[in-house]
């Protein structure tokens, strides 16, 4: 972890969405466990967090290889699973913090961007809602299932390299190839919110700092990757912006 004295100053902000931004991880947790429900299963905080910032396929694969003596598909359960999640994303709702700090980074023109493994499509579903926040990204959004980037799921650094690139136009080289040493700079200048342990990941290997979010329930489980936040918060309302060279919030 890096003190105030040698972190570098940050020029732009990456956002993961699920967990981070919107409380969408319980309604995850419920939906799930309303399926495996059905078998007399549960989705435990260890399987979750294995799924956390995963693509969509990779993360039900993972999930249903937990209980290969259930008779549930992968179709099924995608399609029980989108019907009872796309009833409750219209009314998701932010999480602490969040809307405080999208509004000050905008106010004072610093270059942000969602990054997040989501769909498209259910992106659109959990903010459309939300629009005082999301609308601040002006469009710069990456999902998961944009395919025009080629990019591998978290926690490959792919995401966050290809957000601070196409959305914001910072020289970050590509994640195919070694970055020169300019291009290593750029990229110790981003800022990553991150929530679960994939995104972590992904976002120490695009070299960039990150704050990390986690949920309790997962510091509980006692984390121990190779990859190391930079910071580590209870919650989005305990970042101090003027710990990373970023304009303080006025009282």
């Not at 694969?61 to 549930?72: A, R």
């Not at 019907?83 to 999208?102: E, H, M, N, S, Y």
């Not at 591998?152 to 196409?166: H, M, N, R, T």
Request: hydrophobic share 40%; net charge negative.
């Amino acid at each position: 972890m890096l003190d105030n004295t040698t972190r570098p100053t940050i020029e732009y902000v990456l956002f993961d969405m699920d967990g981070l931004m919107i409380d969408s991880e319980k309604v995850y947790t419920d939906v799930t466990n309303k399926i495996l429900g059905q078998y007399g299963k549960e989705m435990t905080w260890d399987i979750k967090a294995g799924l956390m910032g995963k693509p969509e396929i990779q993360a039900a694969e993972h999930l249903l290889s937990f209980f290969p003596d259930i008779p549930l598909t992968l179709p099924s359960y995608l399609e029980q699973r989108n019907t009872l999640q796309d009833a409750i994303w219209p009314t998701v709702p932010l999480l602490p913090g969040v809307r405080k700090l999208v509004l000050h980074l905008k106010a004072h023109n610093i270059p942000i961007a969602v990054a997040t493994g989501s769909r498209r499509r259910n992106f659109e579903l959990k903010t459309g809602h939300l629009g005082e926040v999301f609308e601040c990204f002006e469009g710069k959004v990456i999902c998961g299932d944009d395919k025009q980037y080629k990019m591998q799921g978290k926690p490959a650094p792919d995401i966050f390299l290809v957000a601070a690139k196409e959305m914001l136009g910072v020289d970050v080289g590509d994640p195919q190839y070694p970055a020169n040493d300019e291009q290593k700079e750029n990229r110790m200048r981003g800022l990553v919110f991150e929530d679960g342990v994939p995104g972590l990941q992904a976002g120490k290997r695009a070299g960039m700092s990150v704050i990390w979010v986690p949920d309790a329930n997962l510091l509980d489980l006692g984390y121990a990757g190779k990859e190391r936040a930079d910071q580590t918060l209870k919650s989005v309302e305990n970042f101090v912006p003027e710990e990373w060279g970023l304009p303080p919030y006025i009282s």
